[in-house]
Nanobody
Framework: QVQLVESGGGLVQPGGSLRLSCTAA????????MGWYRQAPGKQRELVAS???????NYLDSVRGRSTNNGSNAKNMVYLQMNSLKPEDTAVYYC?????????WGQGTQVTVSS
């Protein structure tokens, strides 16, 4: 089992920045991939960014170049730095961790981009 806790969401003005953090507990030694999904009202959940234990990263096209997803060496934390935020980035952001064939999710943190 892996437990995930996110933090760092909130209200930010367009053009601003946010840093989301996710802390994992439990079988962290088995995690091989961590990252972030988001879900806006009325839309499907989509991958925002992910990073493997080999530091291979993947980003949603609309956030590439203005977001950075980093993981800790201890494999128990992942951070998502988002810059130049746009109203369309508004969503609930969910941290995920992959362990063999299982995927674990955090409870989600709301990010609202509005003036």
């Amino acid at each position: 089992q892996v437990q995930l806790v996110e933090s760092g969401g909130g209200l930010v003005q367009p053009g601003g920045s946010l840093r989301l953090s996710c802390t994992a507990a439990g079988r962290i030694f088995s995690i091989y991939n961590m990252g972030w999904y988001r879900q806006a009202p009325g839309k499907q959940r989509e991958l925002v960014a992910s990073i493997t234990t080999g530091n291979s990263t993947n980003y949603l096209d609309s956030v590439r170049g203005r977001s950075t997803n980093n993981g800790s060496n201890a494999k128990n934390m992942v951070y998502l730095q988002m810059n130049s935020l746009k109203p369309e980035d508004t969503a609930v952001y969910y941290c995920h961790a992959d362990v063999t064939t299982n995927r674990y999710w955090g409870q989600g943190t709301q990010v609202t981009v509005s003036s």
